[in-house]
């Protein structure tokens, strides 16, 4: 069995597919050790507003993970990726910083 370096998701409108996106986009470039990891990740979607929507939302989540106050009033979103990642909430906080 191979091993591939990409996934698609195949559902249909509604399904939460962009947070889904977000989520694992988010998740790959906490997880990396590279804050320029960004640059080596690619996400397609079908039209240019979907695009721009991931996009400020991944922006939109990264600034609130690196607020402050994500170490004591985490976000949703901080909280399920902090279960998914294994990384504590405030290693989350110190990674958005340096990405953005």
Do not use: C, W
Request: hydrophobic share 45%.
């Amino acid at each position: 069995m191979q091993d591939h370096s990409f996934t698609i998701y195949d559902a249909s409108a509604g399904s939460g597919k962009t947070f889904t996106l977000v989520k694992e986009y988010l998740k790959k470039l906490l997880l990396s050790q590279n804050e320029g990891y960004y640059a080596h990740l690619l996400a397609i979607t079908f039209t240019n507003k979907a695009v721009a929507e991931m996009k400020e939302r991944i922006i939109d989540n990264l600034i609130v993970f690196a607020a402050s106050e994500a170490v004591t009033s985490p976000s949703s979103m901080l909280l399920q990726l902090a279960n998914e990642t294994g990384l504590s909430i405030v290693e989350l906080n110190r990674r958005a910083s340096k990405i953005l």
